[in-house]
């Protein structure tokens, strides 16, 4: 049973509405692509480098990297105007290839991300929010001494509240995540340029005894340089954000590219200055051993001013799980579209334009994985997927060449580049498994193959259960709901 009711727009097509322009678009790569990293723990690139010099060209290139594999998203996102990024990107180009095999691709993708990789993240990030939002205020609020379990149930009360509010704001309206994802962003880049400047102070006052070394120390085996670019490559993932929400991106063809060509280059700039200014006080060693970067380094350079680091973790984790929720739900929108998810995940607030259905159960998902906690590890079996994911958008780029060739492209990538962009993501789909096997892989696996055997009955055959219709009766009435324009025609 469908509800059919009277949709209040502003004249669009009853569907998700076009409110975001560039500067919007900046900031969803830069909240997506700035989280806590940067500042607690960028020094895996460092120890694999084995020397200043070349942890800096390591973070230099993977940039560099990063923004050619966002450029084959932006000539995808140009061509497929739809939001979802790889998930819309695979159905467009496999779906008719096969009755069964065709759309399996995508589906396991969505399978992937909305069910286990994306709140699961929303879950470690809105954690890591909590635990930096009281680090400033411990003393006045007292809690300096509390037992670590009670701290431990305090971050999480936190936690839950963040996810509340964040998950509040995603459903209430477009404009209102627009408006604070732009605070959140300028704030995000303020604190790093207050590390930066920080560093460039260190200098001008003579401090440059542990870059003295330059590029001593490197190390040459191909394994460690491997791992050096394989975790400078994973601080720059988010680079894709701003095409899974292109159905709400003001002339996509244009600012789709401008954004990703703006904003790639300059978190690229703010990590490689970030490091410098880190290594301006803190020793290689001291650096590597450290549990949390920036506060070490705002302890030693930044005098009163230190407070800044760990409100400027707490402002980065909480703009990036805000935004990697709003695009997950993007991408529940499009996959119940298709037919690969719940029908009601494609609804539409009659009065609010979002996806609300699709917003509550990524609410609920991270609130479970927040609940039953330690979660990092499963993170870490299902991390890899996402640059396999990502090779997969790459093949379906070349493919969509081939099998429409005559489709405009407003914004077209020289050849070379999603060839570079294909091997990089075989190379960090494989690196962590041939360098740490581990039977965690094998969960991957196993969770893959689930996806498979409900993709059979429920997406292939259709088959429909009968209590779904008073299920979406339900979700309808609940939320205020209703098909958009494309499920009703």
């Known amino acids: 049973m469908t509800v059919v009711v009277e949709r209040k727009s502003d004249g669009g097509d009853g569907g998700l509405k076009r409110e975001m322009g560039l500067m919007s678009a900046i900031n969803v790569i830069i909240s997506v692509m700035i989280g806590s990293g940067i500042f607690v723990s960028p020094t895996a690139a460092l120890k694999y480098s084995g020397s200043v010099g070349f942890c800096l060209v390591v973070w230099t290139v993977c940039g560099g990297i990063s ?47 909305v069910m286990i990789l994306r709140p699961a993240e929303i879950a470690v990030i809105i954690l890591t929010f909590a635990e930096y939002s009281i680090l400033p205020m411990r003393h ?8 670590a379990e009670d701290l431990h149930l305090l971050v999480k009360l936190i936690g839950i509240l963040g996810l509340g509010i964040i998950t509040y704001i995603n459903l209430s309206s477009v404009k209102l995540y627009v408006t604070i994802n732009n605070v959140f962003g300028f704030c995000k880049v303020f604190a790093c340029l207050v590390v930066i400047f920080g560093g460039i102070y260190q200098l001008a006052i003579g401090n440059t005894e542990n870059l003295a070394g330059g590029f001593e120390g490197t190390h040459t085996s191909p394994g460690y340089i491997a791992l050096a670019f394989y975790n400078g490559l994973w601080a720059y993932d988010g680079w894709s954000s701003v095409t899974t929400i292109t159905e709400e ?53 930044l005098g009163w001013f230190s407070f800044i680091i760990p409100v400027g973790v707490a402002l980065a984790t909480f703009g990036c799980a805000l935004s990697i929720q709003f695009g997950v739900t993007r991408l529940c929108y499009v996959a119940s579209q298709e037919g690969q998810m719940l029908e009601p995940l494609s609804y539409i607030h009659v ?27 499963l993170i870490e079996f299902a991390s890899f997927l996402i640059w396999f994911f990502y090779g997969s958008a790459v093949v379906a780029l070349l493919a969509l060449r081939r099998t429409q060739p005559t489709v405009h492209r407003p914004y077209k990538v020289p050849l070379i580049v999603p060839f570079i962009t294909l091997a990089v993501s075989v190379f960090l789909s494989v690196v962590p498994v041939v360098t740490d096997p581990s039977p965690k892989y094998l969960f991957a696996l196993g969770f893959i193959l689930s996806g498979v055997l409900v993709y059979t009955p429920f997406v292939y055959y259709k088959i429909r259960p009968r209590w779904i219709n008073k299920l979406t009766y339900l979700i ?14």
Not at 140 to 147: M, R
Not at 275 to 298: H, R
Not at 355 to 364: E, F, K, L, T
Not at 476 to 489: C, G, N, T
């Open 249 to 301: 991106i003001k002339k996509p063809e244009v600012n789709i590219p401008r954004s990703i060509i703006i904003a790639v280059p300059i978190i690229t700039g703010l990590y490689v200055f970030m490091n410098l200014a880190y290594m301006t006080v803190l020793p290689i060693d001291e650096m590597i051993n450290s549990e949390a970067v920036g506060i070490d380094f705002g302890d030693r350079a």
């Open 351 to 377: 009065r609010r334009s979002t996806p609300a259905p699709a917003v509550a159960m990524q609410g609920v998902l991270a609130l479970a994985f927040i609940l039953v906690g330690n979660i990092e590890t």
């Open 67 to 113: 923004l050619l594999g966002a450029l084959c998203f932006a000539e995808l996102g140009t061509v497929v105007p739809r939001s979802g990024a790889e998930y819309a990107y695979l159905i467009e180009a496999f779906k008719k290839s096969h009755s069964f095999w065709g759309p399996l691709p995508s589906f396991i993708c969505a399978w992937v991300y």
């Open 476 to 489: 309808q009435v609940l939320f205020e709901v209703a098909p958009s324009s494309s499920k009703l025609d």
């Open 140 to 147: 006045l609020l007292g809690i300096e001494n509390l037992p």
